[in-house]
């Protein structure tokens, strides 16, 4: 079992659509980052979170750490934000990342 | 623009080849990262410098071989690769060194062929 779990794998939704994404982590964590990878494979980063919430215009992410259980949500989704989530783990000590497979998100308009 | 630059964007090399992807970050961070990405896979750290000190080897064969000559450039320089090793490699920065953790910072890849 990978020590970091996304749910679910693929997501198709319709323009304006509320889209959760879901992360499940097995180890001791001092931060989570949730990363977005468009097509060709640049990765930009969007949130490092290591309790509550952070929100950044549509893009909210939530962290319960007791439950280790991370969200990320985007409000009234846009064929721009199609591309993969990525949520990534930074063990108890250093700044080492271990990955989620990522998500796949479409956004059809 | 992220701050962190690879070249090249695309490469195709043989198996007896040998070549040296390069990255370089604008940020003045003092730590950078090399991550391998397969095809189906999740994204997995190879190598860790921090202070251009290599902090990080994961079980990397070693016919990719880092070099980190100063705290804003990151080399990998491969050799002998397998078809196996054809991938999506990336690079990242962030500051370094206690407390932490830090924001990482990616490069936009080099895409990896071995025939």
């Known amino acids: 079992k990978n020590e970091v779990e996304q749910s679910p794998q693929n997501l198709t939704a319709q323009e304006g659509e509320f889209i959760t994404i879901n992360c499940s982590y097995s180890?001791?964590?001092?931060?989570l980052h949730w990363l977005q990878q468009h097509p060709g494979g640049g990765i930009v980063s969007l949130f490092m979170?290591?309790?509550g919430k952070k929100k950044h215009g549509r893009l909210i992410a939530t962290i319960n750490i007791q439950e280790k259980h991370s969200s990320l949500h985007i409000t009234a989704s846009h064929p721009r934000d199609s591309a993969v989530y990525i949520c990534?783990?930074?063990?108890?000590?250093?700044?080492?990342?271990?990955f989620g497979g990522g998500t796949r998100v479409l956004v059809k308009p | 623009e992220t701050g962190v630059t690879q070249t090249p964007r695309h490469l195709v090399m043989g198996m007896t080849n040998k070549k040296s992807l390069k990255c370089e970050q604008h940020?003045?961070?003092?730590?950078m990262y090399w991550y391998k990405q397969s095809a189906k896979k999740p994204l997995e750290l190879m190598f860790v410098?921090?202070?251009?000190?290599?902090?990080e080897n994961n079980s990397v064969p070693s016919r990719f071989s880092p070099e980190c000559p100063n705290s804003s450039h990151l080399f990998l320089h491969l050799h002998t690769l397998q078809p196996e090793d054809s991938a999506l490699y990336l690079c990242?920065?962030?500051?370094?060194?206690?407390?932490?953790?830090?924001?990482?910072?990616f490069g936009p890849g080099t895409r990896l062929t071995v025939t």
């Open positions: 940020l003045g961070h003092n730590a």
């Open positions: 180890v001791g964590i001092s931060a």
């Open positions: 990534a783990v930074v063990r108890a000590a250093g700044n080492k990342l271990t």
């Open positions: 410098y921090s202070l251009e000190e290599r902090v």
């Open positions: 990242a920065s962030s500051q370094g060194g206690c407390p932490g953790p830090y924001e990482q910072y």
């Open positions: 979170l290591s309790s």
